[in-house]
């Protein structure tokens, strides 16, 4: 009776009357390469000797000099994570097909707050004069940019399919991407490193479902059902067992979570597969019906 806590008119096995999804065998876990590394870590590190200044402005009496100070590091610290942010949509936007450029250029904001951040501690702080302040912050911006470029700018498509047909795969799969968001950042309040890994390996399988999508749009229609309404149910019932899990340390809701995971991960798999298969008979048809049209013509031998 407990078996349906955690799976909503949506899931796979939702509805009576529906077959048995059994679970999958566990996958291997990729491990996603975090955008930026030590480079974006220092970053957030260097604008420190800031905050300690603004500590030592306070102890000498000096409400200017610490509202500086502290005022350059948040500058600093924005920064650093709009960059963040961006190296991130960058890193996205990369192993996508089919993508647009993001609306705000975030490393193009993270290099002018980096630059702003520089003059107003050379003006300020070092005790520089404005125009040197500005140099600095302009030296500061193009290093910025240099260290790590531009944001991506043009819209990614694919030969044979027009900007609509483009535009929504593109809109469908920011939305999944959402959602599949949504779930790591539930997952890792759980702190059950064997559940986090079953929701990573079932995230893996629906990015392998999008990749087919952007590869062949017309797969969207038959794709839509998972990437909203399953996804939609697996943010659900993982936000829902993180409660639970938090309040109450059952095995018996990990049990059932674990298994709801495995079934979805199991239906991601099985429905790609199937688009995998009907992609290939579509390119056997067609090459049959070529082949047919040479023979006719008398380009190719009969057999």
Request: charged share 25%.
């Amino acid at each position: 009776m407990s078996a349906q806590r955690f799976r909503g008119d949506h899931s796979p096995e939702g509805k009576q009357g529906e077959p048995h999804i059994e679970a999958c065998k566990p996958a291997k876990i990729k491990l996603r390469k975090k955008p930026g590394g030590f480079a974006l870590t220092l970053m957030f590190l260097t604008p420190f000797p800031l905050l300690l200044e603004g500590f030592s402005q306070i102890s000498n009496a000096s409400p200017i000099g610490a509202a500086t100070s502290f005022g350059t590091y948040a500058l600093f610290v924005l920064a650093a994570w709009t960059l963040r942010e961006g190296l991130q949509a960058e890193a996205a936007y990369n192993e996508r097909k089919i993508a647009r450029p993001r609306m705000f250029p975030r490393k193009l904001i993270a290099a002018g707050l980096s630059g702003t951040a520089v003059f107003l501690a050379a003006w300020f702080g070092w005790g520089q004069n404005m125009f040197t302040g500005i140099g600095f912050g302009v030296m500061a911006t193009a290093a910025h940019l240099v260290a790590f470029g531009f944001d991506p700018m043009k819209r990614k498509g694919l030969p044979g399919f027009n900007e609509y047909e483009t535009d929504r795969v593109a809109r469908a799969v920011d939305k999944a991407e959402a959602l599949m968001a949504e779930i790591e950042a539930a997952a890792a309040g759980i702190n059950i490193r064997s559940v986090e890994r079953k929701v990573s390996s079932l995230l893996d399988s629906v990015r392998e479902m999008l990749r087919t999508v952007e590869q062949d749009p017309r797969d969207l229609t038959r794709a839509r059902k998972y990437m909203g309404v399953y996804l939609s149910s697996a943010r659900d019932a993982t936000i829902k067992f993180a409660e639970l899990n938090e309040r109450s340390k059952d095995t018996v809701y990990q049990a059932e979570f674990v298994a709801l995971i495995a079934n979805l991960e199991t239906s991601f798999k099985g429905e790609r597969q199937l688009m995998l298969q009907d992609n290939q008979s579509d390119l056997d048809i067609e090459i049959e019906v070529l082949q047919e049209r040479l023979q006719n013509e008398g380009h190719v031998a009969k057999d």
